[in-house]
């Protein structure tokens, strides 16, 4: 059987028979959307249009899948979770190298820096944190030329010095920003199911994450949490896990356990299976 598979949800103008599309979130639907009304009115449409076009639907997450079904009923009898994996490469090139990123102890952020992603609590949080040798890494992708609200915000607060950006890092400075940090922070208030903790673990890298839905499914407890909305509670966490005596600690069994679910060779398995269906 011929099968046309498309990875998002934004289907070509003809659509042939037995089309597999993909749901990776549905964050412009949600409150947590801070762009267009006209904007998520047309990502509506083109999910619905998926939605009554695809004749299978995966959703990377059970969460997105909760969603989905939510948002549109008659997607639920069409809909399959398969998981995303992560990038093995990046642990082979953090083998190759040895020179850190950044000197002295780090926590890092990998990711853009829209609203949900919540960077602003976690700056607000650093800002309450006495000690200068506690910095904050944000890696990724930035919107625009000029000065966006997270540099504005850490410019206000006086945190220059210890807030550093690596905008759209190489696979080498990402590998090594992942290998060099003391632990990855994601704030997110929500995710479609959040790829850098995974990579961050598949590194030896602890992770703590924000008590959402999909990070609980992704991640068990193979990583600590913290409410998000709550400033306190991030400072707190942070400067536990900051302090050289009583930091993170890796639970290898836990790490594993997460780590074999998002096998690449185990997800590419049920993709064939799925359209060999």
């Known amino acids: 059987m011929d099968c046309f598979l ?4 934004n289907l070509p103008m003809f659509v042939p028979k037995n089309t597999f599309v993909t749901v990776h979130d549905l964050i412009p639907l949600t409150a947590y959307w801070d762009g267009s009304k006209a904007k998520a009115s047309f990502f509506r449409s083109l999910v619905s249009r998926a939605v009554r076009k695809a004749d299978r639907i995966i959703a990377v997450s059970e969460t997105t899948k909760s969603q989905l079904v939510t948002m549109f009923p008659r997607s639920k009898d069409k809909t399959v979770v398969i998981y995303e994996s992560y990038e093995e490469r990046l642990g ?4 190759t190298l040895d020179k850190p990123s950044v000197d002295g102890s780090y ?19 650093l ?7 506690i910095k904050f890494v944000i890696a990724g992708q930035k919107d625009g030329a000029g000065p966006d609200e997270i540099e504005t915000q850490v410019k206000e607060l006086n945190l220059e010095n210890r ?3 690596f905008v759209n890092p190489s696979d080498e400075v990402l590998a090594l920003l992942y290998k060099g ?3 990855l922070i994601q704030p997110s208030l929500i995710e479609g199911f959040g790829l850098p903790p995974l990579e961050a673990l598949s590194l030896g890298t602890p992770v703590l994450l924000s008590d959402i839905p999909i990070f609980r499914e992704i991640y068990e407890d193979a990583a600590e949490y913290f409410d998000p909305f709550s400033v306190e509670d991030i400072a707190q966490k942070i ?6 005596d009583a930091g993170p600690t890796l639970h290898k069994e836990r790490v594993a356990h997460v780590l074999a679910k998002f096998n690449r060779e185990k997800i590419l398995d049920q993709y064939v299976d799925l359209l060999q269906g």
């Open 239 to 244: 400067i536990k896990w900051s302090d050289e």
């Open 6 to 9: 498309y990875p998002h949800i």
């Open 127 to 133: 800002s309450k944190i006495d000690g200068k040798n």
């Open 163 to 165: 807030v550093l950006f």
């Open 107 to 125: 926590f890092l952020y990998v990711g853009n820096r829209k609203r949900h992603k919540n960077l602003g609590r976690v700056i607000e949080a």
């Open 181 to 183: 940090a003391r632990f």
């Open 92 to 95: 082979r090139i953090a083998s």
